[in-house]
């Protein structure tokens, strides 16, 4: 049975940090490209950070590089997100997804995928 499970979402302080996780069991996880995405009230959810399987290729979208840092762990099919410094546009539920690669686009990434997770909310006061 394909399951995420997303965690370590919570409410924080601009400026803050905070250090998400996605754990995928019935996925053949290191075979994949995974990516984070985010989706705030009344938007499309947007692709941020994505890793290819080996951790060697790498993408951010521009409003969070220097911010956040995506990793992998394939030995436990977790993928992370660690997010420093964050401000109250980070404000949304945040998603992982899994693509075949290679990374093209966002428009493209992760958009055939269906198995998605509950999200974990990530809040930022001002």
């Known amino acids: 049975q394909v399951q995420l499970v997303e965690s370590g979402g919570g409410l924080v302080q601009a400026g803050g940090s905070l250090r998400l996780s996605c754990t995928a069991s019935g996925f053949d996880f290191v075979n994949y490209m995974w990516g984070w995405f985010r989706q705030a009230p009344g938007k499309e959810r947007e692709g941020i950070a994505c890793i290819s399987w080996t951790g060697g290729s790498i993408f951010y979208v521009d409003s969070v590089k220097g911010r956040f840092t995506i990793s992998r762990d394939n030995a436990k099919n977790t993928l992370y997100l660690q997010m420093n410094n964050l401000k109250p546009e980070d404000t949304a539920k945040y998603y992982c997804?899994?693509?075949?690669?290679?990374?093209?686009?966002?428009?493209?990434?992760?958009?055939?995928?269906?198995?998605w997770g509950q999200g974990t909310q990530v809040t930022v006061s001002s």
């Open positions: 997804a899994a693509d075949t690669g290679p990374f093209t686009d966002w428009s493209t990434f992760a958009s055939d995928f269906s198995d």
